[in-house]
């Protein structure tokens, strides 16, 4: 399977990542063969639980047709976890100077996250012009999106938080929305319930949005 070595080639690859929260490791691979059956291949696994990296590395190893990375990469350290657990990306809430530092160092596609333009620029004069809009709903969404678009002309975005099958068609129409984040295709009820079928609807359903 094709391996894409730079963060613009793994957003071109679904309109929408499912954001993960996994609590049981073995919902990992049928979650992720789920998805990526709806059509679904980029997988963000937030590092928010006892098994997330059991869980990353499963579905690096089980689920080849699957792009898996780490989310809620908040340090060095953690961004090496992921790398050794089979990440293939990692995404951060925020950024700081240390860890654009490992990612860049890592070579591992790194989509850090921003909700101010001066952030952006940082990110953008380190050669980052892929980034996370997070909180998106919360911080601006739309309204900033389209207003940061001439003057940060060279920078796109995947907006993240608070997105939903209603909302994400609107972002995903902007010239600077590479994709969207959210944790809507695999609500937890559904994953306790190990409903895969609904799963894999709610995936085609978003895969079937439209992507820039
Ligand atoms: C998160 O970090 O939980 C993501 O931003 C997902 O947000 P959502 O649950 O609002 O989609």
Do not use: H
């Not at 050794?84 to 860049?104: D, I, K, N, Y």
């Not at 739309?142 to 609107?170: E, S, Y």
Request: with cysteine; hydrophobic share 55%.
């Amino acid at each position: 399977m094709d391996r894409p070595r730079d963060m613009a080639a793994i957003a071109a690859l679904a309109p929408v990542v499912p954001v993960l929260t996994i609590e049981r490791v073995a919902d990992a691979v049928p979650l992720a063969r789920a998805l990526v059956r709806g059509g679904l291949r980029v997988l963000e696994i937030t590092l928010r639980t006892g098994v997330a990296l059991e869980a990353l590395r499963a579905i690096a190893c089980e689920v080849p047709d699957a792009v898996v990375g780490a989310g809620t990469v908040l340090n060095a350290q953690q961004l090496d976890q992921a790398r050794q657990a089979g990440a293939r990306f990692v995404v951060s809430p925020g950024c700081t100077p240390a860890l654009v530092t490992a990612a860049l160092a890592s070579e591992l596609p790194f989509l850090p996250g921003v909700q101010t333009v001066s952030e952006a620029m940082v990110l953008a004069e380190r050669g980052i012009s892929l980034l996370k809009f997070f909180p998106a709903d919360t911080v601006g969404g739309l309204g900033w999106l389209k207003a940061v678009a001439a003057p940060l002309a060279g920078v796109r975005f995947c907006p993240t938080g608070g997105i939903g099958p209603d909302t994400a068609p609107a972002y995903l129409s902007l010239a600077n929305v590479a994709c969207v984040g959210g944790s809507w295709v695999a609500p937890r009820n559904a994953v306790v319930a190990k409903d895969w079928a609904a799963i894999e609807r709610l995936a085609a359903a978003a895969a079937n949005l439209k992507q820039p």
